[in-house]
């Protein structure tokens, strides 16, 4: 059934009318163009699709679009500010915590959840919190110590 719906999407206000059972992946992939959020295995095992609704991830192909009519959606677009990565993209980067980068996304937005509710997680909660979220190339050594490391520089950047 078709229905209006209205969102905020990387802080700008959103309405379109779809098929309120389509989920958002397709919503935002086909209708909205932001492809940053991946199709992996479409059952919300592997965490490619994860994006942020009201500050907590979520795997976004078992989301129906009309969920999320009135709340927040953050997606890997627009994680950066003012053309400045954001600190956990910074540290993918500098780690090289990504082969292929299929699941870089969804990792970077499961690591920004973890860190929005815990700023100084332990390995062993890192390792826990990015548990279900699969990189096909074996990137996670580097993946966890990209974590830490962004947890490290938000710290700072809180403290100042």
């Known amino acids: ?19 309120s059972e389509r989920t958002l992946l397709w919503v935002l992939r086909t209708d909205l163009g932001l492809t940053g959020t991946k199709y992996g295995c479409g059952k919300g095992l592997c965490g490619a699709c994860t994006v942020i609704v009201d500050d907590r991830a979520v795997r976004s192909c078992v989301i129906p679009a009309r969920s999320i009519k009135g709340k927040k959606v953050l997606t890997i677009e627009g994680l950066a500010r003012n053309g400045k990565l954001h600190p ?3 540290a993918f980067a500098k780690h ?13 937005l499961n690591a920004y959840d973890l860190l929005l509710r815990n700023p100084q997680p332990t390995r ?4 826990e919190g990015m548990e279900y979220n699969l990189c096909r190339c074996g990137a996670h050594v580097r993946i966890i110590q990209a974590i830490e490391s962004a947890s490290q520089e938000m710290k700072g950047a809180r403290q100042r």
Not at 96 to 108: E, R, S
């Open 1 to 19: 059934m078709e229905e209006k719906i209205t969102f905020k999407l990387n802080e700008k206000t959103v309405s379109l009318t779809i098929d």
């Open 88 to 90: 956990i993209q910074e």
């Open 96 to 108: 090289d915590a990504l082969q292929c980068g299929f699941c870089t996304p969804g990792m970077i």
């Open 124 to 127: 062993k909660e890192i390792i």
